[in-house]
């Protein structure tokens, strides 16, 4: 999904206007391969990690998905997280000197730490946990804009790059949004395992019943947030307007709907479904900007 939404930044949003609307764009398709590889190899490090902390957790809730001491052993899957982490941060370095902007650096290596930590300590703290996946998960598709747009910005192209960059960041704030909701749905359903390895996520901490409403008020966030959108900025557009709705808004509400008589683990797990699915079918409606800036 991160490589399949980095990708559709740059060749259904940047690329299709670089004739029409003087986009520049900076890496070479090989040297763009090179990001979303550092990308997701810095994810796929975060998911080992996090497998290794939870071994106890995930013989409870998902026993048919542990991995750790059944396919790999606890001490290489730290050796791999090490390794991806360094080659996706050291690739991130090489890119990022090769643009000029060496400080962009940071951002893998940021990344990179706030997987560990959230895997080590901050998944034990309500919502904190939650929030630090979810920022990890939308710098993701900033960093497409600020490694193809920033360096290419000049003082006669700035309104344009700043434009695209504007909506880069809009569909990042709408993945972190979407994630945060889904990481809160999960802890729901993984409350069973939780209490017994005594993780404080929201559930443990409150119970589910208090719990729930949080998040049936939470995800009604992304709701509001794309109805204005829609409403402010694409309402001309009945195409691009119908395919929200439909899409993206319609199934939003149906998972606050759900989320008010939720109850027992294939609820969530059903819930946290939809919410996978309003992420992929946002991030294909990049494929319909052409239609929304041309005409």
Do not use: C, W
């Not at 390794?83 to 000197?97: P, S």
Request: glycine share 4%; no cysteine.
């Amino acid at each position: 999904m991160i490589a399949f939404t980095q990708y559709l930044v740059k060749y259904a949003l940047l690329l299709p206007f670089r004739e029409s609307h003087s986009v520049l764009v900076t890496l070479s398709d090989f040297h763009f391969f090179l990001l979303v590889l550092a990308t997701v190899l810095i994810a796929a490090g975060g998911y080992v990690i996090n497998d290794v902390y939870d071994v106890e957790t995930d013989r409870i809730n998902k026993p048919e998905k542990l991995i750790i001491n059944k396919y790999i052993s606890e001490k290489n899957a730290s050796t791999l997280f090490i390794i991806l982490n360094i080659i996706g941060v050291g690739i991130g370095f090489y890119l990022a000197n090769g643009i000029g902007k060496s400080a962009f650096f940071s951002i893998f290596f940021i990344a990179s730490a706030l997987l560990y930590i959230y895997s080590s300590s901050l998944k034990q703290i309500p919502v904190v946990g939650n929030v630090v996946v979810s920022i990890v998960v939308a710098l993701s598709i900033l960093l497409v804009g600020l490694f193809e747009l920033v360096p290419a910005m000049n003082f006669y192209n700035k309104a344009i790059q700043t434009t695209f960059l504007k909506i880069i960041i809009d569909y990042a704030v709408f993945a972190f949004m979407i994630n945060l909701v889904r990481e809160m749905v999960k802890d729901l359903e993984d409350i069973e395992g939780d209490q017994q390895a005594e993780i404080q996520t929201l559930p443990v901490l409150l119970g589910r019943e208090r719990a729930n409403k949080i998040v049936f008020f939470t995800s009604l966030v992304p709701i509001l947030f794309i109805t204005y959108y829609v409403v402010t900025y694409l309402f001309k557009q009945q195409l691009v307007v119908g395919y929200f709705l439909i899409l993206v808004i319609a199934p939003l509400i149906y998972v606050s709907i759900k989320l008010l008589g939720a109850k027992e683990k294939t609820d969530y797990k059903h819930i946290s479904l939809i919410l996978k699915l309003v992420m992929l079918t946002g991030m294909l409606s990049l494929l319909l900007y052409k239609f929304i800036i041309l005409n």
